[in-house]
Every structure is written in C-alpha cells, then in structure tokens.
C-alpha cells in the first residue's frame, strides 16, 4: 500500500502529463483499435476550417465568404489540453479523452455565438459522412449532467427512433421488450437505451 502510494505521489508530483504519453498503455492501444467508425474526441475539420482570427463585428456569413471556418483559432483547446496536444491536427496517441478541450472549444463558441459542438465525440465518418453516433454520445452524456434542453431532448428521441435498429443490429432481438438501464449513462425512456 504504501510502495502503491508512492509511485503515485511520484506520478503526479513529479511525472504528470509525461505519465500519460510514456507509460501509460491507454494510448498505444487505442492506436492499434481505431479504425474511421471509432467515436472519439474529435475536431469538425470540415466546419472549422479553415482556421483564423475573429474580426470585430464580423458575421458568420461575412467569415464564410472569407473562406474562414468556425475555428476562431484561439487556442484554447490547447491550453487546456493536460498533455499539451493540439486536437485540431487530428486524433493523436498522447489524447486522454479528459474532453477538457470539447469544454473550452464550447466555451469559446457560446462566446462567439456559434453552435457547440466543433470539438466533440465523433467518429471520421460522423465528420465526414454525417453518422450521428457521435451526436447521440453527446446528448445521453448532456443529460447525464442534466442540461438537456426540450429541444436536444427531442433531437435525442428522434435520433434514437431513427437508427436504434441499425445500430444495435442483431442485438434488437434480444434486447427487445427489455430494459438495461445500467448499459447506457441516461435514465431509460424508451425499450433500448443502451450505448450505441
Ligand atoms: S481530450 Fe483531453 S487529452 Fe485529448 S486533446 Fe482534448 S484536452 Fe487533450
Ligand atoms: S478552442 Fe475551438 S475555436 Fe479555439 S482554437 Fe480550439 S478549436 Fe479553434
């Protein structure tokens, strides 16, 4: 107990974020497992690029007709990132999934009154192709916090109905008429909740 408590005071007095992208195994795993339908934190290339500064008073019509995305490149993202990695060049082996950026990436966009959600859980086909997976990840962990609006409740339930039969496969069958409330983060309200 006490050699365990050491090694941990060690790890987080002296070693910190270096733990995390040289010995912990988390992020060589995740290296070899992913493939382009893997959900992780993920930057919206396509709707923040490409990345510049904000200009007083300038809309975002004005910005697209620059040629500009909703990156306002503040680096904020990076700042918070614990193991110092820039998401905006893609998923990357260092990336804990502490989701810190997807806050301070949102934090930034209600400022600029865009929509959140320019960092978020998404897979590349989710980016790319529109796979809603991602987006459904988001709502269920948005009402886990209990902030889930009228609206993104509503858009939850849709999402839900829509492909719940795609995404649970074979699995249908046998979850049908069933509850598992403790295989997905969110209360059951409908005869799947499950993660998708
Ligand atoms: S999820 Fe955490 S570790 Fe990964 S890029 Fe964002 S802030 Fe960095
Ligand atoms: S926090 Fe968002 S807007 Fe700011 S640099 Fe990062 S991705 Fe761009």
Redesign the pocket.
Known sequence: MLLFALVFYLIFARFREQACTFICPYGRFQSVLLDEHSIVVA?DHKR?EK?GKLHRSETADQRRATGLG?????????AVCPTGI???NGTQMECVHCTA?ID??D???DK?GRPRG??RYASLNGIEKGDPRGEFIQLQLTRTKGELGKEQAHRESALLRKHQALWLGELGAVLDNQNYPRLGPARPHAHCDVWP
């Open positions: 930057y923040g990345r909703d990156c306002v490149d503040c680096h904020q993202c990076v820039d998401i905006r950026c301070a990436c934090a930034t966009m600029i320019l960092i």
